[in-house]
């Protein structure tokens, strides 16, 4: 029996063979694995699941153990960047998933969360407006901080261990700002576009004013179109890729005759996806050019910054400052010096590299929430390399791996402040 939610659409995506057969089974990926790095397991290595994904391309049966191999991977790509043979893993693993969400037979439960989530409330900006008022409510209220103190939670099992996960709602939020136009900071120089996302404008709403005010700094008419919705990024991971369709042709739609300079977003994972939406659509007649010019247009905002010349009219800030290279801005984009040179460019601020700074952070969309003892492993290990540079600010340039780091710095962090690469300019233009 098939997951009701996806059942006819995903029956053509699945892994294809020319791109199994670009595997050389070197190993060369093993240690940019965060799973092997924990498990030391080949059938959770990168080869290993290429291996299994071929097993079942020559008709072996998609069983649960199959099913657990793939869905521990955090679909990071640090394998991409390591593979000397071109690997595009994160397709194979995103048509994989898809695959299984044809034949799998969930516990109702989880089919009707997956549901939930996946088809209304990522979905609606009045769902998601509704809860992020509820989320407010509890967070601010003193429930919450009642609720972890009596140690409710441990009595709430699995509910308890996601309720910690929760990000902070930060009303008002962005949704108001959807639609409008802020003008450039003297001359104009560009005309861009936002990408808003969907859950960062209930909880990384003061994220989006700070990316629109750093771009206003930098000469940047900055337009955040009406119609926009969530990008399919965590649709596709989840193994949804009509569902993401759908959601790339509305913003393709929205997107289209603004006249924009460039496309931006300020999280790394949404990127990833929005510069992928060519290959998304590419067997749709009526979008498929539309979506490579779309993609085209995409850049992340750290990329974009880092390539016109940058206004340097900022106040020192006198921080020691380490980034964690988000695996979908690294990996997915092959976006690395960019960040770090905004960084950089800020008077004051010492910038220490962190060893592996390039391994995930164990964040990867809502794999924290389901994959969470993995996650919570590999997060230690990140922590401990954090520390070792001593700096008092992790900057990074996603929000997921902002949390994820939050999270951290709670659990064995030194009391690092954790922000966006561009919160930091944002401050220093103040
Ligand atoms: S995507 Fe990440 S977790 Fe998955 S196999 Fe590649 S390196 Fe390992
Ligand atoms: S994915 Fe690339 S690096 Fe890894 S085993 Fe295959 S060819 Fe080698």
New binding site residues.
């Given amino acids: 029996m098939a997951d009701s939610t996806n059942v006819s659409e995903i029956a053509r995506d699945k892994p294809r063979q020319a791109d199994l057969d670009?595997?050389?089974?070197?190993?060369?990926?093993l240690n940019a694995c965060p799973t092997y790095r924990v498990l030391g397991l080949e059938m959770d290595s990168?080869?290993g699941r290429?291996y299994q994904m071929g097993q079942v391309a020559a008709g072996a049966p998609i069983g649960p153990s199959y099913i657990e191999h793939i869905e521990l991977c955090l679909a990071c790509r640090g394998?991409e960047s390591?593979?000397?043979?071109g690997?595009e893993?994160g397709r194979l693993v995103e048509a994989a998933r898809a695959e299984i969400a044809a034949v799998a037979v969930r516990p109702p439960g989880e089919r009707r969360m997956r549901r939930f989530v996946f088809g209304h409330l990522l979905q609606s900006p009045a769902l998601m407006t509704v809860l992020g008022a509820l989320l407010y409510l509890y967070q601010a209220s003193g429930l919450q901080k009642l609720v972890r103190g009596l140690g409710f939670l441990k009595l709430l099992g699995r509910l308890g261990e996601l309720e910690q996960l929760a990000p902070p709602a930060e009303p008002p939020f962005f949704f108001g700002k959807i639609g409008k136009t802020f003008p450039a900071e003297g001359q104009r120089r560009y005309r861009v576009a936002l990408m808003a996302g969907c859950i960062a404008n209930v909880c990384f709403a003061r994220l989006n004013e700070a990316t629109v005010r750093v771009l206003q700094k930098n000469g940047c008419e900055v337009v955040v179109p009406d119609g926009q919705g969530c990008c399919g990024a965590l649709h596709v991971h989840a193994g949804l890729p009509e569902e993401a369709r759908g959601l790339a042709r509305r913003n393709i739609d929205a997107f289209a005759d603004g006249g924009y300079d460039a496309i931006l977003t300020n999280a790394a994972g949404c990127g990833a996806a929005l510069k992928e939406y060519g290959g998304l659509l590419e067997g749709d007649p009526q979008y498929a050019a539309r979506a490579r010019e779309f993609a085209g247009r995409m850049r992340d905002v750290t990329e974009f910054l880092a390539s016109i010349e940058l206004n340097r009219k900022m106040k020192p800030l006198a921080v020691t400052v380490t980034y964690q290279d988000s695996c979908h801005l690294a990996h997915g984009q092959r976006v690395r010096t960019a960040p770090r040179k905004l960084l950089e460019a800020v008077p004051g601020l010492t910038f220490r590299e962190m060893p592996l700074s390039d391994l995930c952070c164990g964040s990867a969309g809502i794999y924290n929430v389901v994959q969470n003892r993995m996650s919570m492993q590999i997060l230690e290990t990140k922590m401990e390399n954090v520390n070792r540079t001593g700096a008092d600010v992790i900057a990074t340039a996603n929000p997921g791996c902002i949390l994820q780091l939050r999270a951290g710095v709670t659990l064995h962090g030194t009391g690092q402040r954790v922000v966006h690469v561009i919160e930091l300019l944002d401050e220093a233009y103040q």
């Fill in positions: 670009r595997c050389v089974h070197c190993g060369l990926c990168p080869r290429i394998c390591a593979c000397p043979s690997v893993y």
